[in-house]
C-alpha cells in the first residue's frame, strides 16, 4: 500500500492507505473520544462520538472517524465548534440511556453536556456492541447478542451458550462503559446457574 498525505489539526502526516483517520490521530498522540472502538476488534462506527470535520477539496463533512479511511489531501479537524456540539448533543443522548455511567460524566463535563436534557430510558446499555463484537470476533463464542429495537433495544446473554462459557470468562466485562452488562450477566446467571456434573436438571442436560 502507499502512502497519503493528509493534514490533522494544521499537522502534516503521512499515512499508509487503507489507515482511518482515528488509527493516525491516534499514532500522533491526537486524542478523539470513542465508546465503540476497540483495536481488538473491526471498525463499528456506532456511537458516532468520534465524529471529526473533513475538508475535501473545499468539501466539508462530518464523519465517524473509527472507520473513515484517509484520502490524500484532506484537512482533519477533532475539535471545532460543530464537532464539539454534534459530541455535545451524542453524550446528552447517551446519558438518557446511562445517566450514572462515569465515562459519559467525565465526556459531559468535558463537553458541557447537560445530564437532564432528554427524558430518561435508563437500560443502561447504549449500544456500542463492545461486548458483542468481543464474544464474536475475539472470543468466537457468540454468547452476547442484541435483543429488541429501537430505545428498547438491550443486550442479552444467550442462556444455552453462557452457560457453558461465559460464567469462567467475563473477558467482556472491563470494555463495558456503563453497567449494562454486568448487570445481565448477574440476571442470566440467576436463571441459568453453572451446569453441576451429574445435575440431570442443569441447563443442557
Known sequence: M???T???DGKE???????TILEVAQREGITIPTLCHHEKLEPFGGCRLCTV?????????????CVYPVKKNIAVKTRSEKVDRIRKTIIEL?????PDAFELQKLAEEYGADRDRFEKQASF??????CVRYCDEVKKAHAIGFVDRGIR????????IAAQVCWDCKECFPLCPTEALQAAYVLTKALYPPKT?????????
Open 125 to 130: 446499555c447504549i449500544h456500542c456492541g463492545l
Open 197 to 205: 456434573e451429574g445435575d440431570p436438571k442443569a441447563l443442557g442436560r
Open 53 to 65: 470535520e473533513v475538508d475535501d477539496r473545499g468539501w466539508t463533512s462530518y464523519v465517524a472517524s
Open 6 to 8: 493528509l493534514q490533522i
Open 2 to 4: 502507499s502512502d497519503v
Open 153 to 160: 433495544k438491550e443486550i442479552s446473554f444467550i442462556p444455552e
Open 94 to 98: 447517551l446519558l438518557a440511556h446511562a
Open 13 to 19: 502526516v503521512s499515512a499508509r492507505e487503507g489507515m
